[in-house]
Nanobody, 122 residues
Framework: QVQLVESGGGLVQAGGSLRLSCAAS????????MGWFRQAPGKEREFVAA????????YYADSVKGRFTISRDNAKNTAYLQMNSLRPEDTAVYYC???????????????WGQGTQVTVSS
């Protein structure tokens, strides 16, 4: 079992940056792929980025490619999402998730955090 806790959300102006963290419990964090998803009001939860267990593979949604960077530190049981050049349309609750295999699909992730709000003002 993996428990995930996100942090680092907040209010930022357009063009600004935030770094989200996802702290995981358990000794098997390094064996899980990690994903970031987001959900805006009235919209479905959508894929943002994912990283393999050894950071060898990374996936990004087209909407964030070149602006967001996913990373992980297995020694700290933590995954990160560095978000630069933020836009108002990036406003959402951001969730981290864990799964045995890296994937774009939210239904394949077994474990989820509670989410952290990111608000980008114009």
């Amino acid at each position: 079992q993996v428990q995930l806790v996100e942090s680092g959300g907040g209010l930022v102006q357009a063009g600004g940056s935030l770094r989200l963290s996802c702290a995981a419990s358990g000794r098997t964090f390094s064996s899980y792929a990690m994903g970031w998803f987001r959900q805006a009001p009235g919209k479905e939860r959508e894929f943002v980025a994912a990283i393999g267990w050894n950071s060898g593979n990374t996936y990004y949604a087209d909407s964030v490619k070149g602006r967001f960077t996913i990373s992980r530190d297995n020694a700290k049981n933590t995954a990160y999402l560095q978000m630069n050049s933020l836009r108002p349309e990036d406003t959402a609750v951001y969730y981290c998730a864990a799964d045995r295999d890296i994937s774009w699909y939210r239904n394949e992730y077994d474990y989820w955090g509670q989410g952290t709000q990111v608000t980008v003002s114009s």
